[in-house]
């Protein structure tokens, strides 16, 4: 009677272990593809439009995979479809690592995003069904979420150093011998498990949010280098809106949908998820220039712009554990309100450094950025899962995620779209990241007072002014 116990602490402890591993490797190549973003369009001789693709087509397809990832480990099985995914991931970086150009790199990143779309979600659905009681869930996730979320800290360091000594393909290579340790130490201590109630997969909705948001993705990302106003744009601008009103039927229509509409009927729930999409597209639509500004505007080396970068991502692996208990005790409002104000003024802040804007003043505004949007995603998640019924807890985690990474997409797009514009009308590099950063910073304010003004009526008139605070929010994944 006492042995079962004893053995089962052994067996849990090295399930955390590999799932931590798996999003660490995920978190990981988030920070770590910006700071190889220079290197790449040397080597590749590429422009700011296949940076772009590098980074949104890994994105893309975790956006709108990641709600079909936790459906499938539920269904097939969380220990299949997590090696499953560790296996696609790991392959993926090798073909990342050897692509002779840039079209092969994309390509490579594609199958990323395909298996950090499994492996993402079905590690955390591991760790779930191990850790039935809800207090050792709750430490187990809290452990988790801390664990893998050193990855993106780790990222500019790491990318910097590896570039700087080996070149850009160094950074996908690392992955291959994370990856086979993750399958040889996952067939071993995960044990299977799955839903059998679990719905079924809604592939039309599936396949349709990924054309939409692809061809939105596509006007946006090639309308300046083709022309905003060339049949190719147009037609895909025209495609984006006619298959995402598609999706908007189907959803409607079909029994399990991926998202069902039914819960942006709360206000609450969409108020939360909208300023989710601002967080994405601010957040990684900014971070997606870090690197460029130090070393093509104030001429850093690679591993010294890595290490630049760094305030950024420290002060929300930093902040980010202590975020939900702030809500908590202050409300949604408060948090969400005061951490989008940050994060804008952060951001307008770095519309006005230049060339010989001395590091010592550049460094805080990283930090405040990183501060701000740290103390904005958790409340923001936990504002989404108090607007719906507790069994549905999980979806909305994941719908906030989702709706963050569709925002991370159209920023890294848009924002670039901004720089672009500004350099073909004359304007240098430099003058267009100015605009970048204060367009994010203006939209992220905008936010700021639309949040303030609809969380008073939505969760503190319905005596909700706290969120879940320890509910799994993997804030900044993928």
Known sequence: MKSAPQMAVPNRAALLTVTCLGQFMVLLDNTIVGAALPDMQERLHTQLTGLQWIVDAYVLLVAMLLLSGGVFADRFGRKRLFLAGVVVFTAASVVCSAAPSIGWLIAGRVLQGIGAAALSPASLSLLVAAYPVPQERVRAIGLWAGLSGIGLAAGPLAGGVLVEAFGWPAIFLVNVPV????????????????????PAIDVPGTVLSILGVGALTYG???????????????????????????????????????????????????????????????????????????VYVQGSSILRAG????????????????????????????????????????????????ADTGYANVWWRLAVV???????????????????????????????????QIGAV?????????????ESSGASFEDGLNSAFVVAGVVTLATAVFTGVWLVRSAESSRQASPAPRVPENTTAH
């Open 370 to 404: 990183g501060i701000g949007f740290a103390l904005t995603m958790s409340p923001l998640t936990g504002a989404a899962i108090q607007a719906v019924s507790p069994q549905e807890g999980g979806l909305a985690s994941g719908v906030s995620s989702t709706t963050r």
């Open 410 to 422: 159209l920023g890294v797009a848009v924002l670039g779209a901004v720089v672009r514009t500004r």
């Open 179 to 198: 990856g086979a340790a993750l399958l040889v130490a996952g067939l071993r201590a995960l044990d299977e498990s799955r839903n059998p109630s679990a």
């Open 307 to 354: 290490l630049q970068t760094l305030p950024a991502t420290l002060a929300m692996v930093v902040v980010s554990p202590f975020a939900g208990r702030l809500a908590a005790r202050h409300g949604f409002r408060i948090m969400v309100t005061t951490g989008l104000t940050l994060a804008g003024l952060g951001l307008l802040a770095l519309g006005f450094v230049h």
């Open 220 to 294: 946006l990302i090639e309308g300046g280098a083709r022309g905003w106003t060339s049949p190719v744009i147009l037609g895909s601008f025209a495609a984006a809106a006619v298959v995402l009103a598609a999706f908007v039927v189907v959803e409607g229509r079909v029994p399990a949908p991926m998202l069902p509409l039914r819960l942006f009927r709360q206000r609450l729930f969409t108020v939360s998820n909208t300023a989710m999409i601002v967080v994405g597209f601010a957040l990684m639509g900014s971070s997606f220039f870090f690197s460029q500004f130090f």
